[in-house]
């Protein structure tokens, strides 16, 4: 079925969207006209208006490390702040969807903003941010759980899990979000590039097939959202990574798989021959695809892994890391995954242990952790820096590649 959401016809709606005010930093932010990230508004390069005072400027944030590179922008755990970058850890959001109930999920990187989700119910909400950090605008408010996120040149897309729709606003924010696709099932992860938006659409519980479950697609050449994409009612879908040929999403069952569906015709093909444990999150660079094996019972006997295997040609899956043989945590359970062509590695979070981390691509040597603490979740990159969501306290975090 297709459902005539189009958006050219979205892309012509205006109104006013309604006023919120968040935390960033130690002050107020209300839209993005208070603040500023150095430089702007009159300021001379390497100081900031922080106070909302046109009068001054009267914030150096090239050395301020509760205003590093833009006002809000905090480094963390006493880490200092020299030409505008902190040594450390950035902090360059927090207290989302409020500060009384922080929780933030899934991010993506798209121009210079971080966009991400964040909220259990229906008071969730969705915003975005300078990659600097800075004033921060909020994008959609009163969602009812929103999920998966995915950010092109039409707009931002993202995935509501208990209304079970798929929503649309312009990259501001501007405008009531208009609903792209309204499913009877959950919806969860979304990716997004220049010619198309999916979707994963889960019809049975969490980790169980049902009748409806799916990949769905939006092409952005008519906007029109098709369900008979690809129907796989064996599977429990949920994240979605993108190249120029395929969808790659994973089945989030207790006996799983890592699937790769042609954008074209063609047949959905299997890329893990032995069953996975509960397959979370996927990502792929130019040759390969990896993804988190995540059992989030403590009483499974599978253990969370970080997963490696061919885009291309033959079946087999390589264990880049597991808690039993790499590492000596209790409870671990790998989340979100990130990678890209730029570097040799994989990056990661793991939830259970609180961590942020890396491994070379080709499972060589030890992990690497890059951050500690907070509930990590949703993770993203851009050529200079690895950004991530953290639940617990609604930030949005960044450290040096």
Request: glycine content about 12%; charged content about 25%; some cysteine.
């Amino acid at each position: 079925m297709r459902q005539a959401f189009r958006i050219g016809v979205m892309l012509g709606v205006a109104s006013v969207a309604a006023a919120c005010t968040s935390v960033l930093g130690d002050f107020e932010v209300g839209g993005a006209g208070t603040g500023s990230a150095g430089g702007s508004s009159g300021c001379a390069a390497g100081t900031a208006d922080c106070d909302g005072n046109p009068a001054d400027c009267e914030v150096i944030v090239s050395d301020d490390p509760q205003n590093c590179g833009a006002c809000g922008a905090q480094c963390l755990d006493d880490g200092t702040c020299s030409a505008s970058v902190c040594s450390g850890v950035t902090e360059i959001a927090r207290g989302f969807p409020t500060p009384q109930s922080a929780n933030a999920k899934f991010l993506v990187i798209h121009g210079d903003a971080v966009y991400w989700t964040a909220g259990e119910g229906e008071g969730g909400s969705v915003q975005k941010v300078s990659v600097l950090g800075g004033p921060v605008t909020p994008i959609a408010g009163g969602q009812n759980a929103p999920y998966g996120i995915a950010v092109n040149q039409e707009g931002v897309f993202w995935s509501n899990l208990n209304d079970t729709n798929l929503l649309w606003v312009d990259h501001n924010g501007a405008g009531t979000p208009k609903v792209v696709f309204d499913s009877d099932y959950a919806t969860l992860g979304v990716a997004a590039d220049e010619n198309d938006v999916f979707w994963a659409q889960r019809a049975g519980g969490i980790g169980a097939p049902g009748n409806g479950s799916l990949i769905g697609r939006i092409p952005m050449a008519d906007g029109l959202a098709d369900d008979e994409f690809h129907e796989d009612n064996n599977t429990s879908p949920h994240l979605i990574a993108l190249d120029r040929e395929h969808v790659y999403w994973v089945d989030r069952s207790e006996r799983g798989s890592v699937n790769r569906t042609p954008r074209g015709p063609g047949e959905t093909a299997r890329l893990t021959e032995d069953a996975q444990a509960y397959p979370y999150a996927i990502a792929v660079d130019r040759d390969h695809v990896y993804w988190t094996n995540s059992p989030r019972e403590r009483d499974n006997d599978d253990r969370g892994a970080v997963m490696r295997a061919p885009k291309r040609g033959a079946r087999n899956a390589t264990v880049l890391w597991t808690s039993d043989e790499d590492d000596d945590v209790a409870n671990p359970t790998p989340d979100c995954i990130a990678v890209d062509d730029n570097d040799d590695y994989v990056y990661w979070t793991d939830q259970g242990s609180s961590r942020v981390l890396r491994k070379r691509k080709d499972g060589s040597g030890r992990q690497q952790v890059l951050y500690e603490g907070g509930t990590p979740r949703g993770i993203a990159l851009d050529a200079d820096y690895v950004y991530w969501a953290d639940e617990k306290n609604g930030a949005v975090r960044k450290i040096h590649r």
